[in-house]
């Protein structure tokens, strides 16, 4: 059964920085690409980055290029996302999910999402 487990949330200043984890545990985690996505309160799931299986390519979305970087060990099951001069606008649940795929390749697609952990930017 898959599992994806987010840490590292909580509340700072704009400007300032968080690093968030995702433990993933269920399937082989170093055959598959993994993504982080996020929700505001009151909007949709928004695509934030994806990192392909071997951990060498990456995609983000231009609200977030520059500021964060995502990354992964493939011996501790684990995906980061490490995020700086944060914005008001970047607070919301994160989640990790596991994409379908190994590569970045293709279409994106997803089929299992963690329970997110939260981030408040205070202005």
């Known amino acids: 059964q898959v599992h994806l487990v987010e840490t590292g949330g909580g509340l700072v200043q704009a400007g300032g920085s968080l690093t968030l984890a995702c433990a993933a545990s269920g399937f082989a985690f170093s055959a598959y690409a993994m993504s982080w996505q996020r929700q505001a309160p009151g909007k949709g799931l928004e695509w934030v980055s994806d990192i392909n299986s071997g951990g060498d390519k990456t995609e983000y979305a231009d609200s977030v290029k520059g500021r964060f970087a995502i990354s992964r060990d493939n011996a501790k099951n684990t995906v980061y996302l490490q995020m700086t001069n944060l914005k008001p606008e970047d607070a919301g649940v994160y989640y990790c999910?596991?994409?379908?795929?190994?590569?970045?390749?293709?279409?994106?697609?997803?089929?299992?999402w963690g329970r997110g952990s939260q981030v408040t930017v205070s202005s």
């Open positions: 999910a596991k994409s379908v795929y190994s590569g970045l390749d293709y279409d994106r697609e997803y089929d299992h």
